[in-house]
T-cell receptor, first 112, second 113 residues
């Protein structure tokens, strides 16, 4: 069974700190990963995707992909209370025409 | 107005009833999906469609059926609802070549008593 796994948290960080969210995956052939943010009672929204090994930065967010170690991470710099949400990691569902398999999500709480 | 609209947003029904959840989109995307979300289980794919003539089962299709009435409309049916189908259901869309970049509707919360 190909899986994407996340620590469910909750992860609590103080305002202004760096939040580090991690995800591991089992399929060595996976090429691309996605991070979705889901506020309580809302639908998921895409915030980052990464297709190649290394880092990708977008504002306060950095996605990191390490194919050798099969992990993906999302760093949030200068965390704000508005970043408090559940973060879903997703990778390709093998043999499913590009569809995604989601991790169970990590709940992040940023304390003022 | 939302780009991906689901109706109803909330529904309470009884075991054995037929339920339809509807989804429409204005994004012009070819791909449409139905997911369910359960606490502790995450998002799981029920069905997906590339166009009106293409319907595919996802991870957990048993007990569900779908219809792609038009490029912009994709409905999910529970022919005979059971309590373990109580969940939050999301419709999503994506471009044909950008399957990982999903746009979700607001969700439909279904409770089966």
């Amino acid at each position: 069974q190909k899986e994407v796994e996340q620590n469910s948290g909750p992860l609590s960080v103080p305002e202004g700190a760096i939040a580090s969210l991690n995800c591991t995956y089992s399929d060595r052939g996976s090429q691309s990963f996605f991070w979705y943010r889901q506020y309580s009672g809302k639908s998921p929204e895409l915030i980052m995707f990464i297709y190649s090994n290394g880092d990708k930065e977008d504002g306060r967010f950095t996605a990191q992909l390490n194919k050798a170690s099969q992990y993906v991470s999302l760093l949030i710099r200068d965390s704000q209370p508005s970043d408090s949400a559940t973060y879903l990691c997703a990778g390709p569902l093998v043999g499913s025409q590009g569809n995604l398999i989601f991790g169970k999500g990590t709940k992040l709480s940023v304390k003022p | 107005d939302a780009d991906v609209t689901q109706t109803p947003r909330n529904r309470i029904t009884k075991t054995g009833k037929r339920i339809m959840l509807e989804c429409s989109q204005t994004k012009g995307h070819d791909r449409m999906y139905w997911y369910r979300q359960d606490p502790g289980l995450g998002l799981r794919l029920i069905y997906y469609s590339f166009d009106v003539k293409d319907i595919n089962k996802g991870e957990i299709s048993d007990g569900y059926s779908v219809s792609r009435q038009a490029q912009a409309k994709f409905s999910l049916s529970l022919e005979s609802a059971i309590p373990n189908q109580t969940a939050l259901y999301f419709c999503a869309t994506s471009d044909l070549d950008r399957a990982g970049e999903l746009f979700f509707g607001e969700g439909s919360r279904l409770t089966v008593l």
